[in-house]
């Protein structure tokens, strides 16, 4: 096992107040699935153990010797015994995570208790401790922690945390600017300013000190993290003491942030969110861990990496915003008044503008070679992750869209005055898709657009996760035909529009649960508002949890494509290479005065109709002679004497 100051087994103690000086870390926290030793067999998982009271007012300096991730406090590694009398065994590394429950029987084989509900999870909470001399302060591979008050100098980065993670007042000086930090032993002579020892020379803590430093690290998939109320200073990468950076007096790749973006394998959705961020003294607040001459090259994580800035401190917009990557030519460009910034765009957002992901499922065979001949996880620049389709904003030019890989996760932003997206695979589109993995939060609405041939008709199903049962749940929801875009807004969800004419098919992308509960016999017709989608919500900030749930989509076209390309291997119906991506579609609000002396606002129903007496068929009618919202109304309050208000 790894050298550790303090090597802590079982976190349901106390720990205030500790000093922790070198060590391979400060405080090592090792994952065991089972107690060992004397132990052994007792009916407990200690990995999944809470703190008795916060981790609270410890420090940890010079840690990190021989191991570049290594950390202050480092939440990690997995120490097994296959049996009573059989030896310990240590993995240093990233295995068995922390799943902080209420019960500690919970993930014990047999056992009924769980740790899938709210009142089930516990999170890890770290208050008030400090860290400095250190390639990490703190790496923690766990599904939840509380992480309040950490302050941190002269480490190579804040933190590398996994899961549902909030970081609350915490203060990262990336170098102090008063003390020189001296060499450890065992460089070949003391190394003076400007001049670098060769690769292997020194010890791994040295290297990396003296080469780079970052503020704090957004992962590529499946987490949720929310960074408020704290300070990155001294992040520059003019600090005099860099020997290895490109000249003398500059480190390489330094910035606050960095997003990673060398997978094609592993690729984000909607993961993180910032608020109330302080800088001193900084030179570049955000950077991609690759560039676009890497052996990676243009990679499926480079076009998706993402954040939120709540509030616009980070972007220095003065409002909510979001950055998102520029390595997808327009995707992330919200409006016209959007800066191109370090690779990204950071954009002020619209009221009513968000974001969501999916993943496309179409092809196993095309999906089973991603991590192997396809899309891998970085690193081999003759292995690729091949275009299949593209995503695009509705009313723009399909030039500016989105290139979706065999990996094919669609995370984007939600732009109000623009509706929807167009999906177009460049074989056609496949006759069976499901849209999986859904995030997008209850008051966004998403419409999606698909091209088919002339005379399609659909069969389209919600599907719930795979571990539902019909014996005490609805699994399965047919959803239904509309007449209009406007009612695929309205819908909870559960309808489509096929308009014949454009050849084009329109449904809503919903957080629907992962199950409906009740009996089969239950299963509405139409939907009704149902629970918010689950979600990790701290400090006013949410991030939505992506549904197990999924919509799946059944074509019977009446041509296919016989002809699809070598990347193409499935069912695909024929292209529609002149089926336009959709007009902008930007919603409206009616506001009607009646006779009667009332006013009411309202918005088109779920079958088409619109409130207060407007008959569905004229409706139905003003949409065939006039293009846009605006006409249709003005068309309508003219023939039924009411005042509309339309606010775009």
């Known amino acids: ?59 940890a300096h010079s840690t990190g010797y021989w191991w570049a991730t290594a950390a202050g406090i480092y939440v990690g590694g997995e120490l097994q015994q296959n049996g009573p009398s059989d030896p310990l065994r240590y993995t240093s590394g990233r295995s068995a995570t922390h799943d902080t429950c209420v019960n500690k029987l919970a993930g014990l084989p047999g056992e009924s208790v769980g740790c899938y509900t709210a009142g089930e999870k516990m999170w890890l909470r770290f208050e008030d401790n400090k860290v400095f001399l250190a390639n990490r302060g703190k790496q923690h591979w766990g599904e939840r922690s509380e992480i309040i008050r950490f302050e941190l100098h002269d480490v190579g980065l804040s933190m590398n945390v996994f899961g549902q993670v909030w970081i609350d007042k915490m203060l990262m000086e990336c170098r102090g600017q008063n003390h020189k930090i001296t060499w450890f032993n065992g460089c070949s002579g003391a190394p003076t300013e400007g001049r670098a020892p060769g690769w292997g020379v020194c010890n791994i803590r040295d290297f990396y000190h003296f080469y780079t430093f970052g503020g704090f690290q957004w992962y590529d998939v499946s987490q949720q993290h929310i960074l408020t109320n704290s ?50 003294n900084v030179s570049q607040v955000w950077r991609y861990s690759t560039s676009l001459s890497a052996p990676e090259g243009l990679t499926v994580s480079g076009r998706l990496q993402n954040w939120y800035d709540a509030d616009g401190t980070t972007t220095k917009l003065g409002g909510r915003a979001q950055i998102g990557s520029a390595r997808a030519n327009e995707w992330w460009k919200y409006n016209d008044d959007c800066i191109l910034e370090d690779e990204a765009y950071k954009c002020r957002m619209a009221p009513r503008d968000g974001q969501a992901s999916f993943i496309l499922h179409y092809s196993d ?109 609805v699994c399965q929801h047919n959803y239904r035909a509309v007449r209009n875009i406007t009612a695929i807004r309205d819908s909870f969800g559960d309808t489509y529009f096929w308009d014949e004419t454009q050849r084009t098919l329109y449904l809503r992308v919903v957080n629907s649960p992962s199950f409906f509960g009740g009996l089969p016999s239950t299963d509405p017709a139409v939907w009704s508002p149902y629970p918010p989608p689950e979600s990790f919500s701290r400090n006013n900030h949410t991030i939505v949890t992506p549904t197990q749930a999924s919509v799946v989509i059944t074509a019977t076209c009446p041509q296919m494509n016989n002809a699809a390309s070598a990347t193409a291997t499935g069912s695909y119906c024929a292209p529609q290479t002149n089926v336009r991506v959709p007009a902008a579609t930007a919603p409206y609000v009616i506001t009607t005065s009646s006779a009667r002396g009332s006013t009411t606002t309202s918005s088109p129903t779920n079958d088409g109709a619109v409130a207060d007496g407007i008959p569905a068929n004229l409706i139905s009618s003003a949409s065939s002679l006039y293009k846009s919202p605006m006409a249709m ?10 005042t509309i208000a339309i606010v775009l």
Not at 43 to 56: D, G, S, T
């Open 1 to 59: 096992m790894a050298a550790g100051c303090f090597y802590i087994t079982n976190t349901y103690n106390d720990f205030v107040g500790n000093a922790a000086s070198g060590g391979w870390a400060g405080f090592a926290m090792p994952s065991l699935r089972y107690p060992v030793k004397l132990h052994y067999g007792q009916p407990l998982v200690p990995k999944n153990r809470p703190f008795k009271a916060p981790f609270r007012g410890n420090s």
């Open 231 to 280: 300070t990155f200073r001294n992040c520059e990468n003019t600090w005099s003491r860099c020997v290895y950076g490109s000249q003398q007096g500059e480190c390489d790749n330094i910035a606050v942030f960095t997003s990673l973006t060398h997978s094609d394998e592993f690729v984000p959705e909607n993961m993180q969110i910032t608020s109330n961020i302080k800088f001193q």
């Open 365 to 473: 065979a095309l999906e089973s070679r991603i991590g192997g001949s396809a899309c891998i996880n970085g690193g081999k620049p003759n292995i690729k992750c091949p275009v299949v389709a593209k995503a695009t904003h509705f009313g723009r030019d399909e030039s500016l869209g989105l290139e979706i890989g065999i990996n094919a996760k669609v995370t984007g932003p939600i732009i109000d005055q623009s509706g929807g997206w167009f999906l177009r695979f460049s074989d056609g589109t496949p006759s069976t898709l499901s849209i999986a993995n859904i995030q997008v939060d209850s008051d966004q609405k998403l419409v999606l657009a698909l091209p088919y041939p002339a005379g399609t008709t659909f069969n389209i199903v919600y599907q719930a996760a795979s571990w539902c049962s019909t014996s005490w749940g």
């Open 633 to 642: 109304m003005m068309m309508i309050n003219a023939m039924m004497g009411v």
